[in-house]
T-cell receptor
Framework: GEDVEQSLFLSVREGDSSVINCTYTDSSSTYLYWYKQEPGAGLQLLTYIFSNMDMKQDQRLTVLLNKKDKHLSLRIADTQTGDSAIYFCAEISRGSYIPTFGRGTSLIVHP | DSGVTQTPKHLITATGQRVTLRCSPRSGDLSVYWYQQSLDQGLQFLIQYYNGEERAKGNILERFSAQQFPDLHSELNLSSLELGDSALYFC????????????FGPGTRLTVT
């Protein structure tokens, strides 16, 4: 089946930029998503990008998509301690209703 | 607040028992998804309903079943519970079409002792 891979951990200092990376195998992906999960809570949709876009910016968040390499990244500018959470990458294929989620990247922000 | 509600928040029960988890989707969403999240398996898709009908099935055990009612709320039934069923169970809802982004509820933490 299709696969979505993410590194498990990322540690950054407060005020720095964080870049969370994701690779996927499905060449027919239509939408790609980033979700955030804080401890004890459900997944919260942060942003999405359509597969024919290269970049999307939303305040401190920048999503970059390299469709040729099937690589998606989420950049968080000026990372704050409140950004500490698990970030999930997900993709959905053309004709499918079920997104495939990565295992999540745990972002740890040091003061 | 995603607009998706789940009850109960926590559930502790014994092996062999049966439990029912409930979910109300966001207003206007026709589709409901159930997921199981555990440390070793990550987020596993179980089943999807759209407007009362089962639309897709994932890694759902035969001991588990679900349904979506005419008012669009959904229930996930887990029976003959085993220790390994201890996990977070999430419900998500979406419009079921187009971008189809999912909105997750806060989850039900099930502990089987």
């Amino acid at each position: 089946g299709e696969d979505v891979e993410q590194s498990l951990f990322l540690s950054v200092r407060e005020g720095d930029s964080s870049v969370i990376n994701c690779t996927y195998t499905d060449s027919s992906s239509t939408y790609l998503y980033w979700y955030k999960q804080e401890p004890g809570a459900g997944l919260q949709l942060l942003t999405y990008i359509f597969s024919n876009m290269d970049m999307k910016q939303d305040q401190r968040l920048t999503v970059l998509l390299n469709k040729k390499d099937k690589h998606l990244s989420l950049r968080i500018a000026d990372t704050q301690t409140g950004d500490s959470a698990i970030y999930f990458c997900a993709e959905i294929s053309r004709g499918s209703y079920i997104p495939t989620f990565g295992r999540g990247t745990s972002l740890i922000v040091h003061p | 607040d995603s607009g998706v509600t789940q009850t109960p928040k926590h559930l502790i029960t014994a092996t062999g028992q049966r439990v029912t988890l409930r979910c109300s989707p966001r207003s206007g969403d026709l589709s409901v998804y159930w997921y199981q999240q555990s440390l070793d398996q990550g987020l596993q898709f179980l089943i999807q309903y759209y407007n009362g009908e089962e639309r897709a099935k994932g890694n759902i055990l035969e001991r588990f079943s679900a349904q979506q009612f005419p008012d669009l709320h959904s229930e996930l039934n887990l029976s003959s519970l085993e220790l390994g069923d201890s996990a977070l169970y999430f419900c998500a809802s979406s419009t079921g079409t187009g971008r189809n982004e999912q909105y997750f509820g806060p989850g039900t933490r099930l502990t089987v002792t």
